[in-house]
Structures are given as structure tokens and as C-alpha cells.
């Protein structure tokens, strides 16, 4: 259990959620951090591929960094997002990889497992984690550290934002193909979260509505599609419901049979240039009865009011600014359930004891 276990609101959850501006503000000004960022940097302009791993919230962060890398690079650099216990049974490793470990507490039993194979097959490895001394440093030629070791709440937020960003300032520093990004993207994001947690008043009356559902589907498209899995899966943690993420036209190919007037469908960001579909995709869940929300940058190209207006940024922010206010989601709308968003029932012996079978 979470130490000093909280009882009411507010959790550590949202407290940490709260606290994310302040945090990637202090990651972005750490001398340190920059020195080694620029040195893996350097190292992956030498390598043929980037494969980057994790399990959970951590495997989640590695999708977002390979969106943002595509994004950034218009698909040319080599960078692929596998879960660590795929890498360790089904991939060839190479000399040539580097392979980047995402594991926030330095101890994810598989991800290690997965980072050692790698380093003894002459792979480079690079960690990220928010501890500085943990068992990850072992494993890995470098360590990026987050700066955050104190997550209190089991349902990661601050983790999760402080991470990607971790890769986004790798990416930055890659001079390849003259591909380069303007320090001041970085430089933005804490207005940029900051604004997005000026919604906590709209998200609390959205989250009103998620309590009585009995399944949540939230969708993404392109940089979104990694946050609408870590989305989902915060739901889950939070309001013990079944919740999933997908891209959005996913949806329409099967998925629809969930959805009845216990369902609950939230989209991050669909693309300007899909309105029209988006619009279909709307009416198509009110026709089945469920509750939809979007949140969009764009609310002017919808004309529905299920819109929450989130701050427009660039493509490659998208996962870090928007985690913002689906964290605030699955954090009140679990409070209204009455349920400890922090402990994702770890506090009760069932899942106690299944957890001692796996970790």
C-alpha cells in the first residue's frame, strides 16, 4: 500500500497530477540531464535502430516516443516500440540497436530481464527512470533520471508525462537528416499542461457522467492513439471497470457491438482533417444510447456539446498535453465511485496474493 495512505479527496493521484508542470519545468532547466541526453543523442545517430521498451504505463511512454519520433523525422528514422517481454522471446538483437528501458520505479523485473539480454548481446542500452540509485542503472551504458522518485499513487501520472517528455528531448537533440527542433516546443509545455489543468472544473463534470458506466472506450489517431491505450488503462486502475484504447476508426470496424447506454466513448484530438468522419463516428455512438466526449483544440468543427476545449500545441505535444485532462478523467470519476484512485486494489488481499504469483 501507498505510504500514509490517503482517504478523501484529494489523493496523491491528483495531487501529482497537479504537480506535473513544475516537475518538466525543472527537467528542462537540469544541467545534467541535458549532458546525457545529448550523449545518447549522439549515439543514436550511429545506430541502424531504436527500439524502445516497457511494460504497463512505461511500455505506453515507448509508444508515444515512437509516434513523436516519426512525427518529428516524417517516418525516416528506425524507431519501434516493443513490450519488454516481446523483445525477450521474439527479437533479434543486434550491435547495432540501441535499445531505451523505460521502468519508473528502476525494477520491473521483465524490462530488466529484457535490457540484460540486450547489453550481453552488444546492444547500447539507456534507461529512464525516476530513481537514480535502483537496479536499472546495472543494466544500462546510460541513465536518463526523470527527477521524480516520489510517485506516491500506483495509478502513475507524473511518470508517465515526465518520460515522453525524456524521449522528446532526445529526439530533439538528433541532428540527422537535418531534422532539428526548436528548443522552445520544450520550453512550452509547462503552459502548456498548465493550461490543461485550468480544465479540472469541465473534466470534474464530464467525470460525473463516467461513474455510472459499466465500460469506457477512449480513442486516438496518430501521436494520440498511445495516449488513448494509457488512458484507458488509468480508467481501469482507477474505476475497476473494462476500458480499452484505439484508433478511431477501429471503432466503427467491430467495436460498436460494446457500446450500449452503459458505455462511455471519449476521443483525444481527432485530426482536423477527419471532421466529417469524426461527426459520423459521434452520431453513431449517440445512436447506439452511449455518452461520447471529444477533446479537441478544434471545438468550432464539431458543433456538439459533448466538447472539451483543450490548448493547442504542436502534433508531437499532444500525448504530454492532453494526458492532462484524461488523468483528471479516470482520477474524479473514480472519486465519484467512491473508490481510492491510488491503490488500484492493492490494498485488498486478493490481488495481494495474485500479485505475489507474478512479481
Known amino acids: 500500500m501507498c505510504a500514509s495512505t490517503r482517504y478523501s479527496h484529494p489523493f496523491y493521484m491528483y495531487e501529482e497530477i497537479n504537480l506535473q508542470p513544475d516537475y ?12 546525457v541526453v545529448e550523449r545518447v543523442a549522439t549515439q543514436i545517430t550511429s545506430k541502424n535502430r531504436v527500439i524502445l521498451t516497457g511494460c504497463g ?53 521483465l524490462t530488466l530481464k529484457t535490457l540484460a539480454m540486450a547489453k550481453e548481446k552488444g546492444a547500447l542500452t539507456v534507461g529512464i527512470c525516476g530513481f537514480n540509485e535502483s537496479p536499472l542503472n546495472e543494466h544500462v551504458d546510460f ?7 516520489f510517485e506516491k499513487s500506483f495509478a502513475h ?71 488513448a491505450m494509457e488512458a484507458a488503462l488509468k480508467v481501469a486502475e482507477t474505476n475497476h471497470i473494462f476500458s480499452m484504447g484505439l484508433d478511431m476508426e477501429q471503432l466503427l470496424h467491430g467495436y460498436m457491438v460494446m457500446c450500449d447506454q452503459e458505455s462511455f466513448v471519449m476521443m483525444i484530438d481527432p485530426p482536423t482533417n477527419s471532421s466529417q468522419r469524426t461527426k459520423e463516428t459521434l452520431s453513431a455512438i449517440d445512436a ?35 494526458a492532462i485532462p484524461v488523468q483528471l478523467f479516470a482520477y474524479y470519476s473514480a472519486v465519484e465511485r467512491t473508490l481510492n484512485p491510488d491503490l488500484i486494489r492493492r490494498d485488498q488481499n486478493p490481488y495481494q496474493k495474485a500479485r505475489q504469483l507474478y512479481v
Open 57 to 109: 504505463t512505461s511500455f505506453y511512454v515507448c509508444m508515444a516516443g515512437e509516434a513523436i519520433g516519426h512525427q518529428i523525422s516524417d517516418g525516416d528514422w528506425n524507431i519501434r516500440a516493443v513490450p519488454s517481454f516481446e523483445l525477450l522471446h521474439h527479437w533479434d538483437i543486434r550491435k547495432t540497436d540501441i535499445v531505451i528501458g523505460v521502468s519508473h520505479s528502476g525494477k520491473t523485473h
Open 288 to 322: 447506439v444510447g452511449s455518452q461520447s466526449l471529444v477533446l479537441t483544440s478544434n471545438p468550432h468543427l464539431y458543433g456538439n456539446p459533448n466538447v472539451l476545449t483543450t490548448p493547442l500545441c504542436s502534433t508531437f505535444l499532444k500525448p504530454i498535453v492532453q
Open 157 to 227: 501520472t507524473i511518470s508517465y508525462t515526465l518520460s515522453v517528455t525524456t524521449l522528446l528531448h532526445v529526439f530533439q537533440n538528433i541532428n540527422l537528416n537535418n531534422y532539428e527542433l526548436d528548443d522552445t516546443w520544450v520550453d512550452s509545455l509547462p503552459g502548456l499542461l498548465s493550461a490543461a489543468l485550468d480544465l479540472d472544473e469541465q473534466v470534474l463534470y464530464w467525470a460525473n457522467k463516467l461513474s455510472g458506466v459499466k465500460n469506457c472506450i477512449v480513442t486516438g489517431s496518430g501521436c494520440t492513439i498511445p495516449l
Open 24 to 35: 518538466i519545468n525543472k527537467l528542462n532547466r537540469n544541467s545534467h540531464f541535458k549532458t
Open 143 to 149: 541513465l536518463l533520471d526523470t527527477g521524480y522518485p
